[in-house]
């Protein structure tokens, strides 16, 4: 039995071919083999691939274990052998969790090749989770690294195609996963925790431009203007607040939502300079169309203002924002003022409900209380007090100037700078009262909630998982390798950044199912190849055998193993 290729001759010079599974039987009277037809699968560059290599995947479960049937008769050539086993796990999450068919559906509503379009943009994506490294690099990197299933090559240029279209589609991209990624992985989306990190991307400015976005970015601020939305073409600013130490360079703010379970389940890019009030009603405006149930907002203190408190409980909305203890506003001072007793909730938390206020204008507030924090916020502060104390000996004797050089210098830690004070004759002396202060503020923080229906410890316990958008943050800068980002224009900025948010999104997935970090995973996964071989009777590939780990994570995923034959093409056909 073998596979069978025949040719036809068009009138206009065109030929076709057709595949056709055959063998040769002896005619009864000449007794000369003769070809038998038993299936007909059609033009040959029409042919359904899936379903060939599903047929040859069936065969292979017969042949295996003796795999060596396959290519026997002959001596065996070792044509190449890429990686397998992570981008075919990858490309199923892909699928699985809808990103390819909202990919494809938007691209056919812009007349693009959605197929094509949806490949490429995968590429990216598993490129940042198993190997991070630039868009042009992503090119040979499939062209000669990887096996990904029905991808063709590509180039630079196509790339950044694949990219412009993702940034201009992304609303409607997003909405689509998100509605499939809840459904199937059942997350809990009556919380969404929301936070923003800042990063830096390389340019080529010269210096009296760089001065010229400095002046105009000051002259913005000034005069408290917005500097437009994300879609607008503002992206790059720069922003005296540089969380990655780089002032120097152009930043960017980066926005993440993130469930529960810590699923990331949409990021936003925004200029550098953009105020907290600008992001926090873009994310929760952009959420709204979701159709979401009642959403519970948790974020930390920087997006704790009157503004941003009013617009989160719009359509039932409600939150759980920190306050900054140290802040001196005039209601953190009456709650670590009030009386009461904490109440513990677990080994390491105790809470405390205080009310400031009557009616349905009272404020809720939860101080929250880890005694093991405590005891790490003591001894830093001890250390602390042991630096600044060995500093400042015997300074008294110094000239003013150099008093004030130490005192610049202590002022760049602002945990030594609230520790210090100077007499009235410059003189530069511990602050008990400031110690005395810190001491109240040990291991404790405070939340300020809407949510009525939540208790104490609930809330406490909803902001403790803010942890988990740290996490993805780590991850981001980590092993995805957000940096360095090479982009010039705003559109390609944002599409690296929601590259880099899908692979995040597939790569949380794998965790949360397996329980192994995504490290550990791409490292068992990468033992699987995907090896070509030439005989004389043809050429075939396969993949190497799937080892214990592989079939725990498969397993895990409920994902079935890849299957044992992926191509082959018999000699003198080309199938």
Sequence with gaps: MYLRETKRRNKDGTTVSYLQLAHNERHPVTGSPVARIIHNFGRADRIDRAALRRLVASISRVLEPDGE??????????LEARRYGGAFLLDRLFERLGISAALRAAAANRRLDGEATERILFALVAQRALEPASKLAAT??????????????FDD???YRAMDFLSAA????AEAVFARTASLLNLACDVIFVDTTS???ECD???EQVELERALDAAESAAGETVGGPSEAATRRFSRHSKDKRPDLPQVVIGMAVTAEGIPVRCWTFPGNAPDQLIMRTIRDDLAGWRLNRVLWVADAGFDCLANRAYLQRGNGHYVLAEKLRSGSAAVQSVLARAGRYRQVADNLQVKEVRLGEGVRAARFVLCHNPEAAARDRQVR?????????????SDGWERRRRDELVGELRATPALARLLRRTKQGKLRLDAAAVAREERLDGKWLLRSSDETLSAADLAT??????QIERGWRDLKGALKLRPVFHYREDRIRSHVQLCWLALLLIRTVENATGQSWRAVREELDRMHLVTLATEHGRIAKRSLTTPGQRQIMAALELPEPPAFADFEVAGTSA
């Design 69 to 78: 049937a396959a290519v026997a008769g002959g001596e065996v050539e070792v």
């Design 170 to 173: 992304l609303p409607g991209i």
């Design 205 to 207: 400015l010269a210096d």
């Design 382 to 394: 001890e250390n602390l007090i042991a630096y600044l104390e060995e500093h400042i000996a015997g």
């Design 157 to 159: 240029d196509a790339a």
């Design 462 to 467: 909803a902001y403790k998982q803010l942890q």
């Design 199 to 201: 990063t830096y991307f």
């Design 140 to 153: 040979r990197w499939v062209s000669e690294r990887v096996a990904i299933e029905g991808c063709p090559r």
